[in-house]
């Protein structure tokens, strides 16, 4: 006679469940902390330090802040906007303002150039991360965890915040 062991059977005569060696997340979660906070966005492949030396000058009810209205935003591949002061790199203090706000994010990505050859070109982006109250771009309210390009002159808002961050080159201002 054979046991359920010998036939491979678990309960009732049913194989016992395969091995799950899927990621679990738990390593992840571990290489993703920064400051004991767990960061829930990871930059991608493509990222990097832009050459163009991009700013952001932020507004309060359509008048420069006092204080650190211009934000040097070009010296790192990516941004984090939000509440959490251990993680972020601008923070965000209005109470709609989700921990983990945004980032903006540098990539490498390949555009046609003036030849109609192609080459490759460091843009700014912008990204929601699933904050509550949301981010607009130009009174648009962006979708989450998708990558949109900003442009020169984008306006950005961080929730219900009258906050307005523009993102200008200094570069092309001075043109």
């Known amino acids: 006679m054979r046991s359920e062991q010998d036939n491979g059977g678990g309960e009732g005569g049913q194989p016992p469940p395969a091995a799950n060696f899927g990621l679990s997340g738990v390593l992840a979660a571990e290489t993703n902390t920064v400051n004991g906070v767990e960061a829930k966005y990871n930059e991608p492949p493509?990222?990097?330090?832009?050459?163009?030396r991009w700013r952001l000058y932020v507004f309060k009810d359509q008048e420069p802040l006092e204080k650190n209205h211009v934000l040097h935003v070009h010296r790192?591949?990516?941004f984090l906007f939000g509440r959490e002061r251990?993680?972020?790199d601008v923070p965000?203090?209005?109470?709609?303002?989700?921990?983990?706000?945004?980032?903006?994010?540098?990539?490498k990505v390949q555009r046609e150039g003036e030849d109609g050859m192609p080459e490759s070109v460091v843009?700014?982006?912008l990204v929601d991360l699933g904050s509550t109250n949301g981010t607009t771009l130009n009174g648009q309210r962006l979708e989450p965890l998708q990558y949109y390009e900003l442009l020169e002159t984008d306006v950005v808002r961080f929730g219900s915040s009258t906050r307005e961050y523009v993102l200008m080159n200094p570069d092309t201002v001075a043109e």
Do not use: N
């Open 92 to 107: 965000t203090d209005h109470p709609s303002c989700s921990k983990q706000h945004a980032v903006l994010q540098y990539r």
């Open 123 to 125: 843009r700014p982006y």
């Open 76 to 78: 790192q591949s990516a």
């Open 86 to 88: 251990r993680l972020a």
């Open 46 to 52: 493509e990222a990097t330090v832009p050459s163009v």
